[in-house]
């Protein structure tokens, strides 16, 4: 089974719109660690927001909010008044248990932003 | 502030060419990761350090890999015997470990290997 799901390969929005990224993941771990990374054209992986397994609130950076459903076992990236500068694959990826600091990474959702 | 740094940014090699690839993490980070992308895909775990020590390494990776970070700072992956199969982009990234908490990884620009 895989570990984390992302199960829009694209997704279109208007500039200004919030925009949801999906991810579900599967772990029976009861700490662990979801993180969204943004991968624009040029290559490089950009750390936007991290969540534990034990935060009781969802984590928020500026523009960007995660929507932590723990039961539902999803943890979906929120982006609000989107910029054109959003473009990019984003990938939701998971820290799973105490004992390691691997990231297993879903297959990213490809965000255009449209004027 | 520098950011984690990688060399080459491309490589061009033949198969059953051995490759190096050089890391350097932003200097305060204990921490050092490798991993793989290849097109479409997510990036794909092969290994990390605390300081010297290499703390996991993926079953998934090859005898022909071998990484080392000998005095804890920069990191070398070395591929042996390279394979078509090898071409992939190799990224790296550091981390600041402390305390029991582990924090955000962040990235290189990645080294782009291709195997003809």
């Known amino acids: 089974a895989q570990k984390i799901t992302q199960t829009q390969p694209g997704m279109f929005v208007q500039e200004k719109e919030a925009v949801t990224l999906d991810c579900t993941y599967d772990?029976?771990?009861?700490?662990?660690?979801l993180f969204w990374y943004k991968q624009p054209s040029s290559g490089e992986m950009i750390f936007l927001i991290y969540?534990?397994?034990?935060?009781?609130q969802n984590a928020t950076e500026g523009r960007y909010s995660l929507n932590f459903q723990k039961a539902r076992k999803s943890a979906n990236l929120v982006i609000s008044a989107s910029q054109l500068g959003d473009s990019a694959m984003y990938f939701c990826?998971?820290?799973?248990?105490?004992?390691?600091?691997?990231?297993?990474f879903g297959t990213g959702t490809r965000l255009q932003v449209f004027p | 502030d520098t950011g984690v740094s990688q060399n080459p940014r491309h490589k061009i090699t033949k198969r059953g060419q051995n490759v190096t690839f050089r890391c350097d993490p932003i200097?305060?980070?204990?921490?050092l990761y490798w991993y793989r992308q290849t097109l479409g895909q997510g990036p794909e775990f092969l290994t990390y350090?605390?300081?010297?020590?290499?703390l996991e390494k993926s079953r998934l990776l090859s005898d022909r890999f071998s990484a080392e970070r000998p005095k804890g700072s920069f990191s070398t992956l070395e591929i042996q015997r390279t394979e078509q199969g090898d071409s992939a982009m190799y990224l790296c990234?550091?981390?600041?470990w402390g305390q029991g908490l582990s924090y955000e990884q962040y990235f290189g620009p990645g080294t782009r290997l291709t195997v003809t």
């Open positions: 990234a550091s981390s600041y």
């Open positions: 772990t029976s771990d009861p700490s662990y660690g």
């Open positions: 969540q534990g397994s034990y935060d009781q």
């Open positions: 990826a998971m820290r799973e248990g105490p004992n390691t600091d691997k990231l297993i």
């Open positions: 200097s305060e980070h204990n921490r």
């Open positions: 350090f605390q300081n010297e020590a290499q």
